[in-house]
């Protein structure tokens, strides 16, 4: 089994994807140990010597900052803090989210800046390294003091309490413990609040969200080139001068993409009828662009963040400096995620329309795509499913941002509700998977009615490869299976783009 070495190298979404496709075991290199051990022995000398007060060292947490805590309690001060703030609620958090929070906890914890003893930073690792995945609730985190909740919860079962999934089962953590042959984390002054400050639970999310979009992204501009060709479309609207004469990246992007898909079609290239085509495939490059240009962006906050020290108060022990501060506050993540979400959204929207459009008889397309309309429904009610998806994206894609409730009476005056934007973008996903794979649904059973023209090379081979999972519809059936078969077909198609690397984790 691999190895990947938790250093001070940054981590980016290469590594991150190659540390879950290959299974790989977490170490800490000798730089972090160095690092972990003299930020803590310096905390040690400095508790030892100074009776002023440290906040969430020796005083209590948030509006109870002001009270002092005596050197015999401080240790029972962080176990206290991982029981009391292990208050999240509703669904649990996909577990391969919840590995992500181990895994981006311990690179973070890595750097030096946190207190924490070499012991609690190699559970976290141990926790990862065995699959024992803790139970995490999607709800309870404001996302400013960190993700205190979810985090809590992720850390329960280090200290003997709380639950976790181990081999297929969900067990107490003491239990697990136990099994493992392992003594609870004996948590010393600092190590609860290290441990629960931080954004790991928005950032998982994060990087979750991105890896995923970055395919679906891509995939959208494949089913909308599928769709064009069915749909009869102009290549025109797809001219490089086009795109040049506005300068954004993703619309440039995309209109190379699709011209680069098309480029040997025999539909796209014939001679056209009409003169131009509904704005849902004419401005395929604007729309897919910008949504592009907003991920780009999204992408750029993540990989900040999972590469950052994000717990409070914050050590530098070279600097003789302990400050307290606010690197918790999940603002950038929440508006990024807010901002996901739209991108994402807006994706989808236009994907439906598309769809409505290849059902409206028009462009010597039946009704519906079935040859026998009347007696057959045909595909009226897919695009009914993807208009109410639709329209539940537009309900998720209210921001969280934009709403702060003051928490521990004042002291915590303004929050993020990052978390919120986290939990609701997951959906947002889910749901853009699936509008997309009813696209391809409709565009597939279009694309038949135009034999014997052929659509490109690249778009035949990708067509060959939907219709091992899903056939062409003559009459009536069930066409729930179709669907979540061609969802299936999304998540699961490996591709390569004309003259693209789709390994590099970009746009």
């Known amino acids: 089994m691999p190895t990947h070495h938790i250093s001070s190298k940054l981590l980016n979404f290469e590594d991150i994807r190659e540390i879950i496709e290959n299974k790989c075991r977490l170490e800490l290199s000798e730089e972090a140990v160095f690092k972990i051990n003299k930020c803590r022995?310096?905390?040690d000398r400095k508790m030892a010597t100074q009776d002023e007060p440290i906040y969430g060292i020796n005083t209590g947490f948030g509006s109870l900052a002001d009270v002092t805590i005596s050197r015999e309690d401080l240790n029972r001060l962080q176990e206290n803090l991982v029981m009391s703030h292990a208050c999240g609620t509703?669904?649990?958090?996909?577990?391969e989210i919840v590995k992500l929070m181990?895994?981006?906890k311990a690179h973070a914890l890595s750097y030096g800046h946190s207190g924490v003893q070499l012991s609690t930073v190699q559970r976290l690792i141990?926790?990862?390294?065995?699959?024992?995945?803790?139970?995490v609730y999607q709800q309870g985190s404001l996302g400013a003091s960190g993700d205190l909740s979810p985090l809590a919860h992720m850390c329960l079962p280090m200290i003997g309490k709380g639950e976790a999934w181990f081999n297929g089962e969900k067990m107490k953590g003491a239990e697990i413990l136990k099994k493992m042959d392992w003594k609870p984390v004996h948590l010393r002054s600092k190590e609860g609040l290290a441990l629960l400050n931080g954004t790991q639970f928005m950032s998982a999310y994060g990087i979750y969200l991105c890896l995923h979009v970055f395919k679906l992204s891509r995939l959208a501009d494949i089913i909308g080139a599928l769709s064009l060709d069915a749909f009869d479309g102009r290549i025109e609207p797809f001219h490089e001068l086009i795109q040049q004469i506005r300068h954004h990246k993703g619309q440039i992007k995309t209109a190379r993409r699709i011209r680069n898909i098309l480029s040997d079609s025999e539909l796209i290239n014939r001679k056209k009828k009409h003169v131009q085509d509904p704005y849902s495939f004419r401005c395929i490059p604007q729309v897919h662009g910008a949504s592009k240009d907003s991920i780009d962006y999204v992408a750029y906050v993540f990989r900040m963040e999972i590469n950052a020290v994000t717990d409070n108060p914050t050590i530098f022990p070279d600097e003789d400096l302990i400050i307290s501060a606010g690197n918790f506050h999940g603002q950038p993540l929440a508006l990024a995620l807010d901002n996901l979400c739209i991108a994402m959204a807006e994706l989808g929207n236009i994907s439906e329309r598309r769809t409505f459009q290849l059902l409206d008889g028009k462009r010597e397309l039946p009704h519906f795509l079935v040859a026998n309309p009347g007696l057959n429904s045909g595909f009226m009610i897919p695009q009914y499913t993807a208009a109410s998806i639709v329209n539940q994206n537009?309900?998720?894609c209210t921001p969280a941002s934009v709403d702060t409730i003051e928490s521990s009476q004042g002291q915590e005056d303004h929050?993020?509700?990052g978390a919120n934007a986290a939990t609701k973008a997951y959906r947002v996903l889910e749901n853009l998977e699936r509008i997309l794979a009813i696209e391809l649904f409709n565009a597939a059973q279009a694309l038949e009615f135009r034999r014997p023209a052929r659509s490109s090379t690249y778009l035949?081979?990708?067509?060959?490869?939907?219709?091992e999972r899903v056939k062409f519809i003559e009459n009536d059936k069930v066409m729930y299976e179709d669907i979540n078969a061609s969802v299936k077909f999304l998540q699961e198609v490996e591709f390569e783009l004309p003259g693209e690397d789709v390994r590099k984790y970009e746009l």
């Open 460 to 467: 035949e081979n990708f067509m060959a490869q939907y219709r």
């Open 394 to 396: 537009k309900q998720l």
């Open 102 to 104: 181990l895994l981006l």
């Open 41 to 43: 022995d310096y905390l």
């Open 415 to 417: 929050v993020s509700m």
């Open 90 to 95: 509703g669904d649990e958090v996909p577990r």
């Open 126 to 135: 141990d926790f990862f390294n065995n699959d024992i995945i803790p139970v």
